[in-house]
């Protein structure tokens, strides 16, 4: 990209410019097919704190990209950067590259984060190039689900009732599933088909 064609872009905040709304709502849609009202009010939730939706546009006024910055509440120096997408026909000119760096400048800058993850399934190499390393899963649902040591089941639990006492004697009932877990080297991780990444910004 010449760095005249850079000078006619610019990085926005969705809410500071409603009229880009619908178009990004088709944007996003054209990737990830979803109901127009889910996608609509995702967006409109956009805000000064986060959840933050940027946007690529150029100097006609054409939106040409979106990303989303999520908080992540177990790890508040950082957030989680998602729904990056490029329009179609625009892709492989560096305009993703443009929007994550811009996005992480407003990151630091602005929100005064220190980290930014992301997870991919497929785009592992483009966030690479852009210094992304692979990381342990995060979520962004509130609990830290970093992993913890299995301690060997060696120590008798004071005061423990005898499930005889409790269960008349019936077999207790079984125990719900497990949550979905490797077990790796003794340590639990959060199982995941999505390759979760991140960035000292
Ligand atoms: C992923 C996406 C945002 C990248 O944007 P883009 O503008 O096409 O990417 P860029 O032109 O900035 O690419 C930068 C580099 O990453 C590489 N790259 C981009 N997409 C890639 C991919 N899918 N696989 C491997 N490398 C990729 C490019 O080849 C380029 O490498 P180079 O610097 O050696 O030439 C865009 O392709 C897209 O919108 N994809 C569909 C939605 C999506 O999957 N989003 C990511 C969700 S996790």
Avoid at 105 to 123: A, I
Avoid at 179 to 197: A, D, I, L, R
């Amino acid at each position: 990209m010449e760095s005249q064609e850079i000078d006619k872009l610019s990085v926005l905040l969705l809410h500071h410019h409603p009229e880009f709304l619908r178009a990004c709502c088709d944007l996003i849609n054209d990737e990830w097919p979803r109901s127009e009202t889910a996608r609509m009010m995702s967006l409109q939730a956009s805000c000064d704190t986060l959840p933050t939706s940027l946007i690529l546009t150029n100097d006609k006024k054409d939106i040409l990209g979106h990303c989303k910055l999520t908080p992540i509440p177990a790890i508040p120096e950082s957030c989680f950067i998602e729904t990056v997408v490029i329009s179609k026909q625009l892709r492989g000119k560096k305009l993703g590259s443009h929007l994550m760096r811009k996005a992480e400048d407003y990151c630091k800058n602005v929100l005064n984060l220190e980290k930014v993850y992301l997870s991919t399934k497929g785009q592992e190499n483009f966030y690479a190039k852009l210094g992304y390393i692979i990381c342990e899963p995060v979520s962004i649902y509130g609990c830290k689900p970093i992993s913890f040591k299995l301690e060997p089941a060696s120590h008798k639990i004071e005061n423990s009732v005898p499930v005889s006492s409790i269960t008349n004697g019936m077999p207790p009932p079984p125990p719900p599933p497990m949550p979905m877990t490797n077990v790796n080297n003794n340590y639990v991780t959060m199982k995941s088909n999505k390759t979760y990444m991140f960035k000292y910004i």
